[in-house]
């Protein structure tokens, strides 16, 4: 694709990159952030979104941050670590180590190999790393680009169609995007500020990037994803392309239906009661569900898909199977 | 089932922890306002960014400030607070900057640091420095002994020892012990450090960028004065959270997953040595009692009482469903209970409604203070 070829910093796209095309399908983009507050099932979203580019037909990778194992524990594989591993036909996953992107970083960075070993040797070096605000991070961004790459830069690396990004929940989140620019203020000057604001030019690239924020029907996490969604919008200036309603109950009952079940439930006791009570439960639940989908339509720009709530103990692959039927 | 009441007496500190999304800042609202109700003057903290303390407890804005909660807006719930529920929003920034305040030798060193560039990346940004101000304000309110009781709702983090570990990371930072040596170009200590030191110096300075490390310098240099204070204090942090007075709460939720993260949590404060009150587990589906032959004549039994078979069809496999999702949360349960070998387990059912207002706290505590 334009625009990843070989740039002079690693990571780095070549400057030609066109800005005013026409936004893109999501999945159409090279990098889509998946983001929300924690418990809103941003992992299962991020695998649903793979499995659905990879049916199509493109190579996709997975990414966790931060060594997070949430996607291979959907696929029920053992750990992947930092290694591109295979999970379905063309779908891999990866879960980023900072502290090895760091590495890997450096490698890259550096030609002479005796510079480098005194380089990983050095308690210096290993206190910098750690102790520099956001560099942690900024090598995650920076890992995240180098997947996204045509021209991998790393020893037989495979190219991807589509890199998911499984990212930190909100609080984190928004200052996991904004990284490359606050470290770019940092390092005024230097190799690192100036990838720094490479990198930051890609995430802001509405064409290539894309976010997909994942929310919850209910009151707070409507807020919060209200919330969230002006803030990458604005603060970040990253697209924003959809907001997945996630967990929705079925409307399984009408409104005179639930009348009639109450009736029944007051009558009766025992497991008939229960019976009526949990779908009196049910349509109560659901109704206030959409009142909170309505209040989210209405409180942001971007377009709102839904998606059902699964009633399975636990969400495996066949469960984001049937979510990336439904995303739209 | 054991009560929050029973698990907090004679407590001075409440740490709410657990992982994203599980209703950690409702349960600590909640908390706070039983034992508000119960006589205790209470005061709830949170760091959490997205203001949903404020929220719960129908609050406008929450300053760095404890702001009393007005006792009358609870009457209207049939919740009567006998003693006082106060509620603080933490600024991060703001905290470290009081901590800074109070650390400096004079005022151009305090204003030294709080100028450095690399200070106000670390005091707003710097993992674990958010969740070492919330225990740094716990700690100060706790000196100042105005409250009986202080329930800190922790931030989000991404596993239990981002928390723990939080006040040992941001004093080694701050110390830079290995660093510090190095900045004075022509110190003596880097001269004799050897070569490895200076070549990953200026490797650092090449792929960094010779301004930040000028920065760092003068950071180190602009704190050096406040390391011992700041080490002192992080100590006495530390020790407050061991205290017998203090107590631990793991909030959870009922799947799989909230549930492996209660029993990890729970092993690293164990293995910490830190007071462990029990675990609450939030959202928690009940079972209800089947038909004595299995539920099969179910949609029949309905189709009879409703004279609609597709009805009937309907609410029995909505039944069906919500029976398996109980199932799962008594499995998930009692495998909890059986790793904590304790029976220090709340459940609070999953309701009807959302919980996001006074009305809602009000109907969490009558699970959490069960009679």
Request: with cysteine; charged share 25%.
């Amino acid at each position: 694709m334009r625009g990843y070829s070989h740039g002079r910093w690693l990571f780095l796209p070549g400057p030609e990159i066109a800005r005013n095309h026409p936004i893109r399908e999501l999945l159409d983009k090279r990098v889509v952030f998946v983001t929300g507050k924690g418990g809103v099932g941003k992992t299962t979203v991020s695998v649903a979104l793979g499995l659905k580019a990879a049916a199509e037909g493109k190579r996709v990778i997975v990414c966790e941050v931060a060594s997070q194992e949430n996607a291979s524990r959907i696929f029920d594989h053992a750990e992947v670590g930092f290694h591109e591993v295979e999970m379905e036909e063309n779908l891999w996953s990866i879960s980023i180590d900072p502290d090895e992107s760091m590495r890997e970083y450096v490698l890259l960075q550096l030609k002479v190999r005796a510079m480098r070993d005194m380089l990983f040797r050095s308690k210096i070096f290993t206190y910098l790393a750690a102790a520099t605000p956001g560099l942690k991070e900024l090598v995650t961004i920076g890992k995240i680009w180098e997947l996204a790459q045509l021209d991998r830069k790393v020893k037989s690396g495979r190219k991807y169609d589509l890199v998911i990004v499984d990212a930190p929940a909100t609080g984190h989140g928004i200052g996991f995007l904004q990284t490359p620019r606050t470290f770019a203020a940092i390092a005024r000057v230097g190799p690192i500020h100036s990838q720094a604001k490479q990198l930051d030019r890609l995430i802001t690239d509405h064409e290539h990037t894309g976010t997909a924020i994942v929310a919850l029907p209910e009151e707070m996490p409507v807020n919060e994803t209200a919330a969230l969604e002006h803030d990458l919008r604005t603060e970040v200036g990253v697209a924003v392309d959809r907001v997945y309603m996630n967990a929705l109950y079925p409307e399984r009952f009408s409104k005179e239906e639930a009348a009639k079940l109450e009736q029944l439930a007051a009558a009766e006791d025992g497991t008939l009661a229960a019976a009526a009570g949990a779908a009196v439960s049910e349509h109560g639940r659901a109704r206030s569900q959409r009142a909170q989908l309505a209040r989210l339509r209405r409180r942001v720009e971007t377009p709102v898909k839904t998606l059902p709530f699964l009633f399975e103990p636990e969400i495996g692959v066949e469960g984001a199977r049937e979510l990336s039927k439904r995303l739209g | 089932m054991p009560s929050v009441d029973e698990i907090l007496d004679g407590k001075d500190v409440c740490i709410c922890a657990g992982s994203g999304g599980v209703g950690k800042t409702t349960t600590s609202a909640a908390i706070a306002l039983g034992m508000a109700a119960r006589g205790l003057k209470v005061c709830v903290l949170t760091i959490d960014p997205a203001k949903r303390l404020a929220d719960s407890l129908g609050l406008k804005e929450l300053g760095n400030e404890a702001t009393q909660v007005d006792s009358k807006l609870f009457e209207a719930q049939g919740v009567e607070i006998k003693g006082e529920l106060w509620a603080m929003m933490l600024d991060a920034k703001a905290t470290f900057d009081e901590l800074v305040a109070r650390h400096a030798e004079d005022e151009e060193s305090r204003d030294r640091v709080l100028e450095n560039r690399i200070y106000q990346q670390i005091s707003s940004a710097l993992a674990g420095s958010q969740e070492y101000m919330a225990m740094e304000k716990l700690f100060e309110l706790h000196s100042e002994g105005r409250f009986d009781l202080l329930v800190l709702d922790t931030p989000p983090t991404r596993n239990a020892l981002d928390f723990l570990d939080a006040p040992k990371r941001l004093t080694q930072f701050i110390e830079g012990k290995s660093l510090r040596v190095f900045m004075k170009p022509t110190g003596l200590a880097a001269k004799v450090a050897g070569r490895g030191a200076s070549v990953a110096l200026s490797v650092m300075k090449r792929i960094v960028g010779f301004d930040l490390i000028a920065d760092l310098a003068e950071f180190f240099n602009a704190f050096s004065g406040m390391v011992d204070g700041f080490q002192a204090r992080a100590k006495r942090v530390n020790s407050l959270l061991g205290d017998p007075h203090t107590s631990f709460l793991v909030v959870c939720g009922p799947q799989g997953e909230p549930i492996d993260e209660a029993v990890y949590f729970h092993r690293k404060l164990v293995e910490a040595k830190l007071p462990f009150g029990g675990v609450i587990v939030n959202k928690v589906h009940y079972a209800a009692e089947r038909l004595r032959d299995g539920d099969g004549r179910l949609p029949a039994l309905l189709e009879e009482k409703l004279a609609d078979g597709d009805l009937a069809q309907r609410v029995s496999s909505n039944f069906e469903d919500y029976q398996a999702l109980a199932e799962r949360d008594a499995r998930n349960i009692e495998r909890l209970a059986g790793e904590l070998r304790s029976k220090v387990v709340i459940r609070v059912p999953y309701l009807d409604e959302d919980v996001h207002d006074l009305a809602g706290l009000a109907e969490i505590d009558r699970h959490l203070f069960a009679a």
